[in-house]
Antibody, heavy 121, light 112 residues
Framework: QITLKESGPTLVKPTQTLTLTCTLSGLSVSSSGAGGVGWIRQPPGKGLEWLGN???????TYNSSLKSRVTITKDTSKNHVVLTMTNMDPVETATYYCAHRMSDVGTYDHWGQGILVTVSS | DIVMTQSPDSLAVSLGERATINCKTS????????????LGWYQQKPGQPPKLLIY???TRESGVPDRFSGSGSGTDFTLTISSLQAEDVAVYYCQHYFGTFAFGPGTKVDIK
């Protein structure tokens, strides 16, 4: 059974750096194939915004509107994926999700429950 | 970057009736070398993460009821719920994965 779980701070101050961890169970970040993990966020009452993906071969793709601020890495020893986002702004208050990108298909078939991050002083 | 639009923003359908949601991409997401459309559909209920319904524009994810179907090619796509059930009340999103990724703005489906 594949599960993903987001963890990290639920409150960050403006201009601070947000670091979130996605812990995987039932799959390995050392897997082969074209799968991977993506990060998606959703402001309260609004739609979904794709942030970026990391693939099992360590390739990465990012939303071009955020590219310089977002970094996604993976830790094979801990079997988790980390999202780092610099210079956070209050408008980026949102639920942040990690999700499993299917091998050979770009859709996400398993999602974490999400973590609500509030950006406020 | 490919821009996604969805229509309508919301719709209300009677139980047992058909619901149709449209998704349009600003450029084709059909990869001609494999003749596949790089588009998926999700359902999101309040307080829950999105749930994958459809990928490759028309392939139903395992366990998804067959009243959900996807169609379209190139830049114009449709998600159809053939006979709306109470549990289908949700927001529906399309997503492309042609190069980078992006989601549509969503369509809210309610019971009339």
């Amino acid at each position: 059974q594949i599960t993903l779980k987001e963890s990290g701070p639920t409150l960050v101050k403006p201009t601070q750096t947000l670091t979130l961890t996605c812990t995987l169970s039932g799959l390995s970040v050392s897997s082969s194939g074209a799968g991977g993990v993506g990060w998606i966020r959703q402001p309260p009452g609004k739609g979904l915004e794709w942030l970026g993906n990391i693939y099992w071969d360590d390739a990465k793709t990012y939303n071009s509107s955020l590219k310089s601020r977002v970094t996604i890495t993976k830790d094979t020893s801990k079997n988790h994926v980390v999202l780092t986002m610099t210079n956070m702004d209050p408008v980026e208050t949102a639920t942040y999700y990690c999700a499993h990108r299917m091998s050979d298909v770009g859709t996400y078939d398993h999602w974490g429950q999400g973590i609500l991050v509030t950006v406020s002083s | 970057d490919i821009v996604m639009t969805q229509s309508p923003d919301s719709l209300a359908v009677s139980l047992g009736e058909r619901a149709t949601i449209n998704c349009k991409t600003s450029q084709s997401v059909l990869y001609t070398s494999n003749n596949k459309n790089y588009l998926g559909w999700y359902q999101q209920k309040p307080g829950q993460p999105p749930k994958l319904l459809i990928y490759w524009a028309s392939t139903r994810e395992s366990g998804v009821p067959d009243r959900f179907s996807g169609s379209g090619s190139g830049t114009d796509f449709t998600l159809t719920i053939s006979s709306l059930q109470a549990e289908d009340v949700a927001v529906y999103y399309c997503q492309h994965y042609f190069g980078t990724f992006a989601f549509g703005p969503g369509t809210k489906v309610d019971i009339k």
